[in-house]
Each structure stands twice: as C-alpha cells, then as structure tokens.
C-alpha cells in the first residue's frame, strides 16, 4: 500500500433478501506504482460488460489491467500524477506505455509530442480532486484544476504536471468505439 495513495473504496449491493448493503467498505487493496513515472493508481472498480452486472458479490477490481477498459466494459481508477521533472523527457514511451498495458496504444504517426502521449478506444471521463495538470492534445492543450471535469473521446493525449504539488484524478472510462477507425472503414 503506498501511504499517500490511500483511497476508501465502499460498495453496496443487495443480500440474498434483496435487502440494500454496504459490501466493502475499507481502504483499495489494488494499487500500483510505475516505477519511473512515479505514477501511483488505484483500480476501484471494472465491469466486463455492458450493461453491467451488478449482482456479482466479488471485488471486480481484483485483477491485472492496463490503461484501456475491456471490450463492453467499464474501469474507475484513480491516479496521483506527480510534478514532471528533468527526467520526463527521457522516459522510454514504449516501455513506459508498456507497462501501462497501453503499448498498443502508443501514439503513431511520427514523434509524440510528449513522452506520455497516447490513446484509447474508450469515453473517458476525467475529474480532477486536488491540484492542477495540463491535457495536451496534438496541437493544443488545456489547463486543469481541481473541480474541473473532462469528457476525452478516444483523443490523443498526455498528462502532464507543471505544478509543484500532486494532482489526483479520478477517471472513469467506457469502452467505445473507435471514431478513427470509422472513418477508415466508411
């Protein structure tokens, strides 16, 4: 457990009676650190289809995934992104996005205008807790602070913190469908 990456993770659900229950309540078991990135993530949650089952009494966080929700699925994860120092710049992007389970999704098309940019086939919706980051687009970027709330449509892009203080985001993100491929098929 990282100590100040400490997330109360509380579910409700219903008892064999159709009673409403809360059925965890505690501290998210399921955090990760990247190494490198100093990155720290919580995954609270992830749903394998839509719509989502929800008579399922197991913790559906407990498993391995990457950046990018399942196919017809859904994750709620929260991240701490540090301040970017000297070092961002020398992040190797592939291994970086790698081990993120988003190599695939690794911008192309030429250099990434940042180390961290890339993309998935998914809506996402950014809410920002504490602190403040800059969402770099291809050509533009847009300044965030806490409160502020982003809806990402499989856009390339990358988060980057000029602060001097950590920013946390809380994301939800619905697998959907690729707007890019689309216009490739149509």
């Known amino acids: 457990m ?6 109360r ?62 196919p017809n699925g859904s994750i709620l994860r929260v991240v701490d992104f540090p301040p970017v120092d000297e070092q961002t710049d020398k992040i190797d992007q592939e291994a970086l996005l790698k081990s993120m389970g988003a190599g695939h999704h690794a911008h192309g098309g030429g250099p990434a205008r940042h180390p961290y940019m890339h993309r998935t086939k998914s809506v996402d919706y950014a809410i ?13 970027e847009v300044h965030m602070k806490a ?19 950590v920013c946390r985001i809380a994301f939800v993100l619905i697998d959907g469908i690729d707007p890019l491929e689309q216009r490739q098929k149509s």
Not at 2 to 7: E, N, S, V
């Open 147 to 165: 409160g502020d709330i982003l809806v990402q449509q499989g856009t390339n892009h990358a988060w980057v913190n000029r602060s001097k203080e």
């Open 9 to 70: 993770r509380i579910v409700t659900g219903h008892d064999d009676s159709g009673k409403a229950i809360v059925e965890m309540d505690g501290i998210c078991p399921h955090v990760r650190v990247r190494p490198g990135a100093g990155f720290v993530s919580s995954l609270l949650w992830v749903t394998d289809e839509t719509p989502a089952r929800m008579d399922l009494r197991r913790d559906r966080a407990e498993r391995t995934i990457g950046v990018p929700p399942p």
């Open 128 to 140: 920002v807790l504490q602190g403040e980051i800059d969402m770099l687009l291809d050509d533009s």
């Open 2 to 7: 990282h100590p100040t990456h400490q997330i």
